[in-house]
């Protein structure tokens, strides 16, 4: 157990529906990334936060944003939802993350699996 | 642009043998983390390795980072079944500031 949270755990929902993704870091650490994991991609970096505020921004597509909240969970929404988006969604934290940044330890949540039909 | 190729993408061995999963970069790293996925289960990290030539081992697992910090490897020796997994090298790009994964070698076991 990595200490992260994710929910749900599983998600079935419907082309061009949209869909809210939690996760919950470990106690103390404040970043936030956020993954993207299919077959054919591989485990692609989404986009960071640290601290409340958006930190590094990767493959992210514009139908889906996130956010950070005080409380230092975040939440990933996807949006006009497409066949191709699903995917294994992993969110992961981190200590630092700005900080001498990509040698920080990430530790990752078990996942949502979303399905699109 | 930084290209890093993780080879092979599969290895499938009996179990008592080794294993060995490569990283090679194009350009110089400034470190390189390794992680363990196991079937439906979510990456964990494993080590990361900074200096030239460092060699760090964790029980049967060797991992190096090569002198001109463009290559790396992990090396299992004498495989066991609770090994079977995807193996991960990843990296930091500084440009994007974000931490790439390679494709991921997936080592299966016949027992």
């Known amino acids: 157990d990595s200490g992260v949270t994710q929910t749900p755990k599983h998600l079935i929902t419907a082309t061009g529906q949209r869909v809210t993704l939690r996760c919950s870091p470990r106690s103390g650490d404040l970043s936030v990334y956020w993954y993207q994991q299919s077959l054919d991609q591989g485990l692609q970096f989404l986009i960071q936060?640290?601290?409340?505020?958006?930190?590094a921004k990767g493959n992210i597509l514009e139908r889906f944003s996130a956010q950070q909240f005080p409380d230092l969970h975040s939440e990933l929404n996807l949006s006009s939802l497409e066949l191709g988006d699903s995917a294994l969604y992993f969110c992961a934290s981190s200590v630092y993350g700005h900080i001498a940044p990509g040698t920080d330890t990430q530790y990752f949540g078990p996942g949502t699996r979303l399905t699109v039909l | 642009g930084q290209q890093v190729m993780q080879i092979p993408q599969y290895q499938h061995v009996q179990e008592g043998e080794d294993f060995t999963t490569y990283c090679n970069s194009s350009t110089t790293l400034s470190n390189i983390q390794w992680y363990k996925q196991r079937p439906g289960g979510h990456p964990v990290f494993l080590i990361q390795l900074v200096k030239s030539g460092e060699v760090k081992k964790q029980k049967r697992l060797t991992f190096q980072f090569g002198e001109a910090k463009k290559n790396s490897s992990l090396h299992i020796t004498a495989t066991q079944t609770t090994d079977v997994g995807t193996y991960f090298c990843?990296?930091?790009?500084?440009?994007?500031?974000?931490?790439?994964f390679g494709q991921g070698t997936r080592l299966t076991i016949n027992p």
């Open positions: 936060y640290y601290n409340g505020e958006e930190r």
């Open positions: 990843a990296w930091f790009f500084q440009g994007a500031q974000k931490l790439v």
